[in-house]
């Protein structure tokens, strides 16, 4: 039986992303992301070589946790600079035919009545091809700086979410009808207010009582992804994710991951198999395996220490500079009983479960690669154990949505066309 393997390529509109400081290496063309040509040549790449999609990264704040200040960040580039992902969608539409676009939005900064519109404007000039990462953000900074004073608690960012859900469905799926832009020139009739609603969401944290502000875009709702690695942010994922992202260091903790997604959208009322799961990895490509190791070995003198500590702080909201590169840190497993690995017990293939110990100044140059033996997951839930179960939210909000899409809607958007039309190309 032949499988299907699907490839989303992982970009941020900034030079570090994930592997600071491979923007020293000659190479590197990741200065250039200011430029429409480097991010169109990469679409057409990625559509030449059949990706689904690629997917845009973005965090509003920046990196400060590292040592107290924002020095390191701002001395290796990690994600600052860093420029606004939704503003690329329109020439990567405009250079590629099928690739699919996913942007990254917080639900925690932008209010959901603007941030719709500007989803559906996307959707409409990309025709159909805009996926949107839902986060709800990790950085104190960036909270701080949009005059709300720090961060709600990890689990109320996802309430919040969930509701920020609830009201763009309502914008994008229950406010125009079909057939509502009549665009009857004869009658002088463009658009048919019987027809178009007013949402009337009052909420816990969200007040919207009127009408979505553009006509129906191909998708209406676009592509959802989403990478809940806690109870409350799989729960999310599991009630409303299309695509799910899984950044999962070793085979185990991989399979464990996509059995419980699947368990928990199956409890929601989902086809479990509906769900896409992308797991990360950074592939290095040559001709022979030897060619590729020495490639890797390569990279790794470019990785910057100090710039992976700083994304790990921000991360985690622990500050590393606490640490020497010999101390051993411990990652606390989300499970109760999960078996906790050393280092030395981790062999190349990975042997290993969802938490073990790790030398942090070896495993945060790996990080700086994207070794997959780097910890699982991210976000500041790692600070705390959280081994409480939690209420399953998403239920409630899934069968809303399906009120609001109307019966068949979602089947009749089929997922594979939607990520990419590369099957009916
Ligand atoms: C592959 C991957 C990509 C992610 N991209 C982003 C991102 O662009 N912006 C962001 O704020 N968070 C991003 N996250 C973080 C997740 O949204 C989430 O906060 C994190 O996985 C921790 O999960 P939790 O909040 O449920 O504990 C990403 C996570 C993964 C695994």
């Known amino acids: 039986m032949t499988k299907t393997i699907r490839f989303n390529a992982f970009e941020m509109n900034c030079v570090g ?34 990706f689904d999609s690629i997917f845009i990264a973005d965090v509003i704040g920046y990196y400060d946790v590292y040592k107290g200040n924002l020095d390191n960040a701002l001395l290796q580039g990690v994600q600052i600079p860093v420029n606004d992902p939704l503003q690329l ?39 159909g091809r805009i996926g949107w990462n839902i986060v709800t953000s990790y950085l104190e900074s960036g909270a701080k700086n949009v005059g709300q004073g720090g961060l709600r608690s990890h689990d109320n960012r996802y309430d919040v979410a969930s509701e920020y859900l609830e009201v763009v469905y309502k914008l994008f799926e229950g406010s125009w009808e079909e057939g509502a832009v009549v665009r009857d020139k004869e009658r ?36 959802l992804f989403q990478a809940g690695a806690s109870n409350a942010g799989k729960d999310v994922a599991a009630g409303h994710a299309e695509c799910v992202f899984i950044s999962t260091p070793l085979k185990d903790a991989t399979r464990a991951y996509v059995a419980d997604i699947r368990q928990r959208a199956a409890a929601q009322g989902r086809d479990p198999k509906k769900l896409l799961v992308y797991a990360m990895a950074t592939i290095i490509v040559d001709e022979t395996d030897a060619k590729a190791r020495a490639k890797y070995e390569e990279y790794v003198k470019y990785a910057s220490y100090d710039g992976a ?18 101390d051993t840190v411990q990652q606390r497993s989300h499970r109760r009983r999960t078996p906790v690995r050393r280092p030395e017990d981790l062999d190349d293939r990975g042997a290993g479960t969802v938490g073990w110990y790790w030398r942090h100044g070896a495993a945060l140059c790996r990080l700086a690669l994207y070794d997959r033996r780097y910890p699982a997951g991210m976000g500041r839930g790692y600070r705390h154990r959280r081994v409480q179960p939690r209420l399953c939210t998403g239920a409630r909000n899934l069968r809303r949505r399906d009120r609001l899409c109307g019966a068949g809607t979602s089947e009749a958007r089929r997922l594979c066309h939607r990520l990419s039309r590369r099957n009916a190309a």
């Open 17 to 50: 992303h994930q592997s600071p400081g491979l923007w020293r290496h000659p190479r590197d063309r990741s200065w250039q992301y200011k430029d429409l040509e480097y991010w169109t040549d990469l679409a057409k790449l990625l559509e030449t070589g059949f």
């Open 309 to 326: 500590l700083v994304l790990m702080s921000g991360w985690t909201g622990i500050d590393f500079g606490h640490y020497k590169p010999a």
């Open 188 to 223: 002088g009739i463009f658009a048919d207010p019987t027809k178009i609603h007013e949402v009337g969401h009052k909420g816990k944290y969200f007040d919207v009582p009127g009408y979505h502000l553009c006509e129906p875009s191909p998708q209406r709702t676009p592509v």
């Open 89 to 127: 969608a329109n020439p990567i539409a405009l250079a590629t035919n099928h690739l699919g676009i996913g942007i990254t939005a917080s639900t925690s900064f932008e209010h959901p009545y603007t941030f719709a519109r500007r989803l559906s404007t996307a959707d409409h000039h990309t025709k």
